[in-house]
T-cell receptor
Framework: QKEVEQNSGPLSVPEGAIASLNCTYS??????FFWYRQYSGKSPELIMF????GDKEDGRFTAQLNKASQYVSLLIRDSQPSDSATYLC???????????FGKGTHLIIQP | DTGVSQNPRHKITKRGQNVTFRCDPI?????LYWYRQTLGQGPEFLTY????????KSRLLSDRFSAERPKGSFSTLEIQRTEQGDSAMYLC????????????FGPGTRLTVL
């Protein structure tokens, strides 16, 4: 059974600091990984995706993938109060199938 | 608005009633997905269409659930004989098979079964 694990938090980070969010997955067949941000009562909003080992940067966000360790992370630099949300990690297998989500990490940026 | 749209946004029904939700994907997207999300959990995959073909169904999708995408454009998700355990946010996402095949979510339909 495919599983994606995340620490539910809350993770509290001071404004301006780096927030580090982590995710592990069980299915070695997973090919690509996605980070979504979800505000309370809203639907998930895509932040970025990654499918190659290493780092991928987009503005203040950096995704990291280590397939050998089955580990995905998201770094948020210069954290802002508006970054306070639940961050969902999701993986997808080699076929065009649905995403397997973790339960999400609740991030709080303290002003 | 060129994003994924869902209707209705909220639905309150009594146990035992049937409900139907609609999803309109991003116009050029040929793949459409349904998920269900309950409080404190991540979205759970229900089913997936490529054009009009339903290619995958989760074991979560009981016989009371049925989804259609008759012309490969909008999709409907019907729940028959609703139960209180069906109360959740029902999310629709769409993607295109070319490129990253990234899924973009609609605003969701929140179902409350009394």
């Amino acid at each position: 059974q495919k599983e994606v694990e995340q620490n539910s938090g809350p993770l509290s980070v001071p404004e301006g600091a780096i927030a580090s969010l982590n995710c592990t997955y069980s299915d070695r067949g997973s090919q690509s990984f996605f980070w979504y941000r979800q505000y309370s009562g809203k639907s998930p909003e895509l932040i970025m995706f990654i499918y190659s080992n290493g780092d991928k940067e987009d503005g203040r966000f950096t995704a990291q993938l280590n397939k050998a360790s089955q580990y995905v992370s998201l770094l948020i630099r210069d954290s802002q109060p508006s970054d306070s949300a639940t961050y969902l990690c999701a993986g997808r297998g080699g076929g065009a199938d649905g995403l397997t989500f973790g339960k999400g990490t609740h991030l709080i940026i303290q002003p | 608005d060129t994003g994924v749209s869902q209707n209705p946004r909220h639905k309150i029904t009594k146990r035992g009633q049937n409900v139907t939700f609609r999803c309109d994907p991003i116009s050029e997207h040929n793949r459409l997905y349904w998920y269900r999300q309950t409080l404190g959990q991540g979205p759970e995959f229900l089913t997936y269409f490529q054009n009009e073909a339903q290619l995958e169904k989760s074991r979560l999708l009981s016989d009371r659930f049925s989804a259609e995408r008759p012309k490969g454009s909008f999709s409907t998700l019907e729940i028959q004989r609703t139960e209180q355990g069906d109360s959740a946010m029902y999310l629709c996402a769409s993607s295109h098979e070319r490129g990253s095949d990234t899924q973009y979510f609609g605003p969701g339909t929140r179902l409350t079964v009394l």
